[in-house]
């Protein structure tokens, strides 16, 4: 297997323009960031490239701003509420460098903002999505922005790990047009995803959970193949429970997974994969904060109830079946743990992780959020992966396109 080229091998940076591609897409809620864990993993190569005297260009998206609206002016303007404005201030402050931001992506403002660039300074473009060449499906539409956005640097730097996933204009075809190099995050979650996936020490757990089975069917089938113990919880655990027959009540359900989880349930078997299912659920009245609960059997979940958390037993199961594995790989929260009442099976698979000795790796955008928001200390694990769908892609077996371009 190839191997990706290193910021080393672009040679003295000193003066040059180098366009970073990193991962900044963290929740925003009226211009306040919530957790901010992706901006402080994108710190350390900004800052190694800006010490070496590089003029550096950062661009990142911020979520999917599809709908554009007409101003009264006749023009069309992206909704400023994905604007990468308070995300350059938040960077700014943990670069501990001022951060210039253009207000647009390859237009006037970046052009302009590239220019004044002195040696060592760092400026942020706004969302590359507002310029809907980075998504396009169209080649020519993509290429078209790509070379626009190549054309502000002479190097290029993908570190947006959180995207290498994705065939975006920022993350596949600028590459292909500049002298490229994989950042320290790219090089570290890489490093991470190797280490799971070839040779892993046994035995080697995944623990799956979240909101959706079809967001995780991929993976599934991949681990199947490669883990000697599957738990299941969160939101997804519900279609593995009806599939085997027992009634769910409200609980989250994908009816249309059901055939193909059953299909998971006997190649574990064959396989022998042990596969771990809740034994016991807090069933809630409704889908609330508040929202009056008890614990239930996993097989006995009334009717108008819904399953809000993994119970006791199972955070006792779950943590058992952890504590001697060597390799354990986490996605999904146990429960909504947005939910303080029912957070605290997501804390106990969490816990369990920390107490380990295995090597612990926790992907997924909202099990990291959930890992901070629970106030655990982050280096209890060996790694948190600042990339849901990019590691889970990455496990899946698949190429990913912004990894490949960037080796040699
Ligand atoms: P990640 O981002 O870590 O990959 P997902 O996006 O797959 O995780 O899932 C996270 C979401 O799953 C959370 O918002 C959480 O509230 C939800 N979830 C977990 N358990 C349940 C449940 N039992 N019912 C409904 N939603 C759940
Ligand atoms: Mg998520």
């Not at 078997?269 to 034994?279: F, G, Q, T, Y």
């Not at 969490?350 to 090597?359: M, V």
């Amino acid at each position: 297997m190839s191997t990706l080229r290193t910021i080393d091998e672009l040679g003295d940076v000193r003066g040059k323009r180098v366009l970073v591609r990193s991962d900044l897409n963290v929740p925003l809620a009226d211009g306040v960031i919530g957790d901010d864990g992706r901006i402080r993993a994108s710190v350390p190569t900004i800052n190694e490239l800006a010490d070496q005297g590089a003029r550096v260009i950062v661009c990142a998206h911020l979520g999917r701003p599809t709908v554009f609206f007409e101003r009264a002016s006749g023009t069309t303007q992206p909704e400023t509420e994905f604007s990468l404005q308070p995300v350059a201030a938040r960077l700014g402050e943990l670069l501990g460098r001022d951060v210039r931001f253009a207000t647009d992506t390859v237009g006037e403002s970046a052009q302009a903002t590239v220019d004044g660039l002195a040696d060592g300074e760092v400026a942020l473009l706004e969302n590359l999505r507002f310029n809907a060449g980075e998504t396009s499906k169209d080649d020519a539409e993509r290429g078209a922005f790509a070379d626009a956005l190549a054309g502000l640097a002479e190097l290029y730097v993908g570190d947006g790990f959180g995207a290498v996933h994705r065939k975006h204009a920022s993350v596949y075809d600028v590459p292909q047009r500049l002298p490229h190099a994989a950042g320290g995050l790219v090089a570290a979650e890489v490093g991470v995803l190797k280490q799971l996936t070839e040779n892993p020490a046994r035995p080697y757990a995944v623990v799956l959970g979240g909101a959706k089975v079809s967001d995780k069917l991929g993976v599934i089938a991949n681990l199947l193949g490669k883990v000697d113990r599957l738990l299941i919880g969160g939101g997804m655990a519900y279609t593995f429970l009806k599939a085997q027959g027992h009634e769910v009540g409200n609980s989250l359900l994908q009816e249309d997974q059901l055939d193909q989880v059953r299909g998971f349930i006997e190649e574990a078997a064959k396989r022998d994969v042990e596969l771990v299912l809740p034994l016991d659920v807090l069933a809630a009245t409704e889908f609330a904060a508040d929202a009056p609960h008890e614990v239930v059997d996993a097989t006995a979940i009334p009717a108008d109830r819904e399953g809000l958390d993994i119970g006791p037993r199972t955070r006792e199961l779950f943590a058992g079946r952890l504590a001697d594995a060597r390799t354990v790989f986490w996605n999904g929260p146990m429960g909504v743990f947005e939910f303080d009442a029912f957070a605290g099976g997501t804390r106990a698979v969490a816990e369990a992780l920390i107490a380990s000795d295995a090597f612990t790796v926790v992907g997924g955008g909202d099990s990291a959020a959930a890992v901070r928001k629970l106030g655990l200390a982050e280096d209890g694990f060996s790694h948190i992966s600042t990339g849901g769908g990019a590691s889970l892609e990455y496990l899946e077996g698949k190429t990913l396109p912004g990894l490949a371009v960037l080796e040699d």
